[in-house]
């Protein structure tokens, strides 16, 4: 635990802060507006580049070392990968020429946010138990999980819109574009309708995109913190009693449980991300 005089709900609270860029935050106040550009998360930046830099490694790594005999584990696995993405891009998104940029980054989209969603793996209080002893401070806030923070989610959601906005101007142009957007789909009489309706659909598409893979990466890490406290309640139990051993059996049995359901989770929500991205994608090249 990061205090053991901490209560359930502020050892909780405690790990579900992020380490910001303010030097005023203390313990109870690195919660902020998720609107609020005064401040970054550091720790959420931080990790999510390390893990992009290592993604982009193993990649490298097996492009560098890929054999026409036979291959090893490591390149039969990133080859079985690059060849399932690159069928899914093929059957969602019909321009050859554009696949050949979009499959690329589904690839990386699939490695980096498995990478991230993969931290959730880690002991809660492992890196930011080492964390707090190399600052010396008892209460220092570190979060490991990025896409348990909606700014990082949110972020990478972006970046695919704009690569949706991208492919619209590409391939119909500017003005097929901007004429798509006020008279789809109801026609150019009512063409501020249209206009708002198209919106408010990438608005939306975008929103969900991110809290999706938030949503669910966030109930995850609370999970572990809750399990975490099965183990925490048994081990300051100052006196011997019935329940003592009914806690730690069942600390044992539901992290195991959760660890292994989780590696289901963590795999999902990259592929659902993923597959999203190709589809909004692919949507860019439909005519209407």
Same mark, same amino acid.
């Given at each position: 635990?990061?205090?053991?005089?901490? @209560?359930?709900?502020?050892?909780?609270?405690?790990?579900?802060?992020?380490?910001?860029?303010?030097?005023?935050?203390?313990?109870?106040?690195?919660?902020?507006?998720?609107?609020?550009?005064?401040?970054?998360?550091?720790?959420?930046?931080?990790?999510?580049?390390?893990?992009?830099?290592?993604?982009?490694?193993?990649?490298?790594?097996?492009?560098?070392?890929?054999?026409?005999?036979?291959?090893?584990?490591?390149?039969?696995?990133?080859?079985?990968?690059?060849?399932?993405?690159?069928?899914?891009?093929?059957?969602?998104?019909?321009?050859?020429?554009?696949?050949?940029?979009?499959?690329?980054?589904?690839?990386?989209?699939?490695?980096?946010?498995?990478?991230?969603?993969?931290?959730?793996?880690?002991?809660?209080?492992?890196?930011?138990?080492?964390?707090?002893?190399?600052?010396?401070?008892?209460?220092?806030?570190?979060?490991?999980?990025?896409?348990?923070?909606?700014?990082?989610?949110?972020?990478?959601?972006?970046?695919?819109?704009?690569?949706?906005?991208?492919?619209?101007?590409?391939?119909?142009?500017?003005?097929?574009?901007?004429?798509?957007? *006020?008279?789809?789909?109801?026609?150019?009489?009512?063409?501020?309708?249209?206009?708002?309706?198209?919106?408010?659909?990438?608005?939306?598409? @975008?929103?969900?995109?991110?809290?999706?893979?938030?949503?669910?990466?966030?109930?995850?890490?609370?999970?572990?913190?809750?399990?975490?406290?099965?183990?925490?309640?048994?081990?300051?139990?100052?006196?011997?009693?019935?329940?003592?051993?009914?806690?730690? *059996?069942?600390?044992?049995?539901?992290?195991?449980?959760?660890?292994?359901?989780?590696?289901?989770?963590?795999?999902?929500?990259?592929?659902?991300?993923?597959?999203?991205?190709?589809?909004?994608?692919?949507?860019?090249?439909?005519?209407?």
């Amino acid at each position: 635990m990061a205090s053991e005089s901490m @209560t359930a709900a502020e050892y909780i609270k405690h790990h579900l802060q992020n380490l910001t860029s303010l030097s005023d935050v203390t313990e109870g106040q690195g919660l902020k507006n998720i609107a609020d550009f005064s401040f970054i998360n550091i720790d959420s930046l931080f990790f999510t580049i390390v893990l992009g830099a290592l993604g982009s490694y193993l990649l490298y790594r097996a492009a560098k070392r890929a054999t026409s005999g036979v291959p090893g584990r490591f390149q039969a696995a990133v080859e079985i990968l690059f060849e399932f993405v690159g069928d899914m891009c093929k059957s969602i998104i019909p321009n050859e020429q554009s696949r050949k940029a979009v499959a690329p980054v589904g690839l990386t989209l699939f490695v980096w946010i498995f990478l991230m969603n993969a931290m959730d793996m880690l002991p809660v209080d492992l890196l930011p138990r080492v964390f707090q002893g190399m600052t010396a401070e008892h209460h220092a806030l570190l979060r490991v999980v990025p896409t348990a923070d909606l700014n990082v989610t949110l972020a990478i959601a972006i970046g695919v819109l704009l690569m949706c906005i991208y492919y619209s101007i590409k391939i119909k142009t500017l003005r097929g574009w901007g004429h798509e957007l *006020v008279s789809a789909p109801f026609g150019t009489k009512l063409a501020p309708a249209n206009l708002l309706l198209n919106i408010m659909e990438f608005l939306s598409k @975008t929103v969900s995109h991110g809290m999706r893979l938030f949503g669910n990466m966030y109930a995850g890490e609370l999970v572990f913190l809750l399990i975490a406290l099965l183990g925490g309640a048994w081990a300051s139990t100052g006196s011997v009693s019935l329940i003592d051993p009914v806690l730690f *059996v069942f600390h044992i049995i539901a992290g195991l449980a959760w660890a292994i359901f989780h590696i289901l989770v963590i795999t999902l929500q990259a592929f659902i991300f993923m597959a999203l991205a190709f589809v909004y994608i692919g949507q860019a090249h439909d005519h209407h």
